[in-house]
């Protein structure tokens, strides 16, 4: 069975949900399915939950499955050794690992990772949003600084088809933890969306100081100097602001507009903190970015 | 019933823990107690909780207590205003709140924290480390830097007698936090100090971008360039990295020794980053400064 007559399948699995994206074949979406059988959740038995993810979208017969994200990682179903930033986006598709299955007509292989050391010696890793940024890459998305908002948000320059560097910050982990934990839930209590608290904490974010920062948050409420239901988007603010003005340092300077793959929530929330800090951006839609790239692998790869 | 004849306690009241000291005539300690009925413990019944100290410490006749410390706060006993840092630490003794109390022979005050605003208009806020800094100055301890490490690590400088400005890390909470939950805690297997971890992590805050620099710390982990064993170390010398890189920022330089008032170990920890950052510093025993402080607030205040 060759992969011409197979049903070809996408899968960004990642550490809490996955999503599946069959392909047609113009490459847009036959059908699609989303679980929350992330790889923490399969108590290591990758195979059983990919069958059970086949039955849902009735591929008994097999697919040719082109999976990534941290079901490459050490804790994932093969570990995939990540990829140099040396190498190229184009190289992801030659550079796909085969997984072994027993699964009937099922060819599986997993898009590897991107690892980049910093000046100062330390690493950052990705794995997920190589296939991302590639997609948005072919879809004509230019040179320059895209950004991936979430529990860890990924900021990386990309020159001539290469990533030159990437840095990963986890605000979106944070904001969490400090909503849901410790001295800060206690002032929070709510965590719909207020734009001037927001702004209030884009704002108090310019001098970094994060750890101090943070702080501030509670002495505003404690201070009677913010209300209480100000508190989570003030610290949305202060961490989306320090994300932004560590990258602007790191970047010099960043006239071309920051191209974001993200939730349309999240795209719109950075967008509006750019748009403040006086820098553009244009939002590309996640799905549609992954589509392309996933079209890409499948064409681009040994297709035997 | 004249407090020249009642016994003299002191009352570290905090969020978690509580500590007394009943002094003898020299400003000695005559006995002392601790236990975990914290504010957040006592269930609102602030009055039951103090005759529980009382017994367990004899006291039952009475005494003249001064309380400090969250037991000063919104969700404290009496809600006691800040005093601006514009106020003198020596005008503590005579800012003293009472508390209505019903407790037979018993005088009760709480000593009143400070706030301060920044000069971007954001408060920080104190209560029962000015009783430390007081007590370290009656001690003798010179103007300058004093540094009172903890869940949330206090700096501030003192010039004749006043607070000029203080500043609040969350260093301990956020250290307690990541440690716990979330991607960083899944790296971190064990919380053995590790001094060569502990300086690499130190040497990693000098770029500031603590929400990206944390994220170094798994990626050291899972691209094997750092044992999971040094991770915790890791992370404690970029939180407390981070905060004395900021102090610095903010203070141009600071040639005078810093004055810590901490846990031997904290105090040791911190002394040792100073060391390493080409800083001096110099530990005080925070319940011989404590002990210094409400000598002085016994003293110096109304004895009626």
Chains 1, 2 share one sequence.
Not at 42 to 66: C, H
Not at 73 to 88: C, F, I
Not at 152 to 163: P, Y
Request: overall charge negative; charged content about 15%.
């Amino acid at each position: 069975m060759t992969s011409a007559n197979r049903p070809l399948l996408g899968i960004d699995w990642g550490t809490s949900n996955r999503r599946a994206y069959l392909l047609d074949a113009q490459g847009g979406i036959a059908a699609e399915h989303a679980d929350h059988a992330g790889i923490l959740q399969v108590n290591g038995d990758f195979e059983a939950s990919l069958q059970q993810l086949l039955q849902a979208m009735k591929l008994e017969q097999g697919a040719d499955i082109v999976m990534s994200g941290m079901v490459g990682s050490r804790n994932g179903w093969v570990q995939v050794p990540y990829l140099p930033v040396t190498q190229p986006l184009s190289a992801l598709a030659q550079a796909m690992t085969p997984v072994p299955t027993a699964l009937p007509g099922v060819r599986c292989r997993i898009v590897p990772g991107y690892t980049y050391i910093d000046p100062q010696g330390v690493p950052d890793v990705m794995r997920g949003e190589e296939a991302q940024i590639f997609g948005a890459m072919r879809m004509g998305a230019p040179d320059g600084w895209y950004l991936l908002p979430g529990t860890h948000s990924k900021w990386a320059e990309l020159r001539g088809g290469r990533l030159l560097r990437f840095l990963t910050f986890m605000t979106g982990e944070l904001y969490a933890l400090l909503c849901e934990h410790g001295t800060l839930s206690k002032v929070i209590n709510s965590r719909e969306p207020v734009p001037l608290a927001f702004e209030a904490g884009l704002k108090a974010s310019a001098h970094g100081e994060f750890t101090h920062a943070a702080f501030g948050c509670r002495a505003l409420v404690v201070t009677d100097m913010m209300p209480p239901e100000h508190a989570a988007s003030y610290l949305s603010g202060l961490l989306i602001g320090s994300e932004i003005h560590d990258i602007l340092r790191r970047a010099g300077s960043m006239d071309a507009p920051v191209q974001i793959v993200g939730s349309p929530s999240l795209a719109a929330r950075y967008g509006r903190a750019l748009d403040i800090l006086g820098m553009t951006s244009r939002a590309w839609d996640p799905d549609q970015v992954y589509l392309a790239a996933l079209h890409a692998f499948f064409k681009e790869s040994d297709q035997s």
